[in-house]
């Protein structure tokens, strides 16, 4: 037990740590944890080094950048060379204007939330039960809250409390941290806001009672915790020995979990702002939640919900349309041509629905034979009179990858993903897409800062239904990057 202790001590301070390998390795820590220490140090080293290549890339492009530019104007005559400079300073004060107009706006919606918006409260205390790569998950976790609060019509107001220690000095590290309109308080809330105990309500999965509607007069509390299932019920018992309310998200009401219901910070935060917006649960989560993490039955409810809507608002369109060209023709053989041409299309149509079904008959089966073989694998170990145990750590990888193939029963090439990466990056806001090509820099050619890199990261792991790790995230510098890490994945996972 005391080993154990002590190496929780040592990885809580390790990424402060100035103490030489061949240091740590006296102390009494087990294998395991001088193995953990050693790649820890690999990874903060690597990643210094790579920061320090970058920077010196950064320079030598804007100095190749900067050449190429004077010798293109030395080559041109004087009058084509001053409305060249003219139109480059007048884009670049477009662009700066727009920026500015929309920072501006930004800063009102925030300061407006301040006075009147619902209060949202971000528990730190759990940085103690938390690894360093964990508190560094959470700190993301919170810039992510805050970006996509900024973006909403109407956000909420956000408080962080307990912000001591290892994640104060953390969230002190993110850019413009100090100019965030949020409230930043190193009390627990319990002492911050123990005039308003009354209003309190912590929000864990392990409550009774369901949340329904979200009440001005209440703060909502979200636990600031990474834990990865080590402690399970703390959110819930912390808020019983305060004496506070507690509440959960009405996710069972409209929608089935394929695992888990715990969501990250920044997901119960995104839900609460899209139902400040809506006022729609069911349309929040769907917006919000992965949908990995969604039951196959919902998401198809929900898509035949979307089609039959979609395929009747055409429908209605479509009549009507039909409607005023038959009232405006002039003669009767005008008509029964129309009418035949009308004939034809609802042939083609019905045509069209039956290759569709046959389409929707192939996945069936072909999800069938998948879970035909997962349903094989596990009798054969099942009939070798192999435990629950052996079964998953000898055939892991196995299942790991027939679950990706039901998953993914349509193949997915390169040129598809690359297509819907540029059509997701083209919609973006802050991005102009005229400018938007597989190779332009998100940075330095799209003009996005770090903040604006988070959401588009954000929108792709929405879009694409996958997890984008952080050290990966900084490496995506343009659509291509990302086409190549999401057909790569698709691969490995097949």
């Known amino acids: 037990m005391e080993a154990t202790q002590i190496e929780k001590d040592v990885l809580e301070k390790l990424p402060n740590s100035e103490v030489a390998t061949s240091e740590i390795l006296q102390q009494p820590l087990s294998k395991n944890a001088q193995k953990k220490l050693l790649k820890q140090q690999k990874y903060e080293a690597k990643k210094a080094e790579k920061k320090a290549q970058a920077k010196e890339q950064k320079k030598k492009d804007g100095e190749r950048k900067r050449k190429e530019w004077e010798e293109m104007l030395a080559s041109l005559p004087e009058e084509e060379r001053s409305k060249l400079i003219e139109s480059r300073k007048s884009m670049r004060k477009e662009r700066m204007d727009k920026r500015s107009e929309e920072r501006e706006s930004k800063i009102e919606r925030l300061t407006k939330a301040k006075l009147c918006g619902q209060n949202i409260i971000i528990d730190m205390e759990f940085s103690h039960l938390m690894t360093p790569s964990e508190i560094n998950s959470l700190v993301q976790q919170i810039m992510y809250s805050y970006a996509v609060n900024g973006r909403c019509t109407n956000p909420g107001h956000l408080w962080l409390t307990g912000c001591a220690g290892e994640v104060g000095t953390q969230l002190q590290r993110l850019p413009g941290f100090d100019k965030w309109i949020i409230e930043k308080d190193n009390r627990p809330y319990i002492e911050a806001l123990q005039d308003q105990k009354e209003h309190l309500v912590y929000l864990t999965a392990d409550s009774e009672t369901v949340l329904d509607e979200l009440d001005p007069k209440k703060m909502y509390?979200?636990?600031?915790?990474?834990?990865?299932?080590?402690?399970?019920?703390?959110?819930?018992?912390?808020?019983?020995?305060?004496?506070?309310?507690?509440?959960?998200?009405?996710?069972?009401?409209?929608?089935?979990?394929?695992?888990?219901?715990?969501?990250?910070?920044?997901?119960?935060?995104?839900?609460?702002?899209?139902?400040?917006?809506?006022?729609?649960?069911?349309?929040?989560?769907?917006?919000?939640?992965?949908?990995?993490?969604?039951?196959?039955?919902?998401?198809?409810?929900?898509?035949?919900?979307?089609?039959?809507?979609?395929?009747?608002?055409?429908?209605?369109?479509?009549?009507?349309?039909?409607?005023?060209?038959?009232?405006?023709?002039?003669?009767?053989?005008?008509?029964?041509?129309?009418?035949?041409?009308?004939?034809?299309?609802?042939?083609?149509?019905?045509?069209?629905?039956?290759?569709?079904?046959?389409?929707?008959?192939?996945?069936?089966?072909?999800?069938?034979?998948?879970?035909?073989?997962?349903?094989?694998?596990?009798?054969?170990?099942?009939?070798?009179?192999?435990?629950?145990?052996?079964?998953?750590?000898?055939?892991?990888?196995?299942?790991?990858?027939?679950?990706?193939?039901?998953?993914t029963s349509t193949a997915t090439n390169t040129d598809q993903v690359m297509g819907r990466v540029i059509g997701l990056v083209k919609k973006f806001d802050k991005i102009d897409a005229s400018k938007v090509t597989e190779t332009a820099d998100f940075q330095k050619d799209l003009n996005l800062d770090s903040l604006d890199r988070v959401e588009l990261v954000m929108a792709f792991e929405q879009e694409f239904s996958i997890e984008i790790p952080d050290e990966r995230a900084d490496k995506l510098t343009c659509c291509a990057d990302v086409a190549k890490f999401l057909v790569k994945g698709a691969e490995q996972k097949s």
Not at 255 to 278: C, G, P, R
Not at 310 to 333: A, G, T, Y
Not at 335 to 356: G, I, P, S, T
């Open 221 to 407: 509390i979200v636990g600031g915790l990474v834990d990865r299932n080590r402690w399970k019920g703390i959110t819930m018992k912390k808020a019983q020995e305060q004496g506070i309310q507690t509440a959960k998200l009405p996710i069972g009401n409209y929608l089935k979990m394929a695992s888990s219901q715990v969501l990250t910070v920044n997901q119960v935060i995104e839900i609460l702002i899209k139902f400040l917006e809506t006022k729609d649960w069911k349309d929040s989560f769907f917006q919000v939640i992965p949908q990995r993490k969604i039951c196959e039955a919902d998401k198809e409810e929900e898509q035949h919900h979307e089609l039959v809507k979609l395929e009747s608002d055409q429908c209605i369109e479509k009549e009507e349309e039909q409607h005023h060209e038959l009232v405006n023709l002039e003669s009767l053989d005008q008509v029964d041509a129309k009418r035949q041409c009308v004939e034809k299309e609802e042939e083609q149509h019905h045509e069209l629905v039956n290759l569709e079904n046959h389409d929707q008959v192939d996945s069936k089966r072909q999800s069938l034979l998948n879970m035909q073989s997962i349903k094989n694998a596990i009798l054969s170990h099942v009939r070798a009179g192999r435990s629950a145990d052996t079964l998953l750590s000898a055939n892991r990888n196995m299942l790991k990858r027939l679950t990706y193939q039901m998953s």
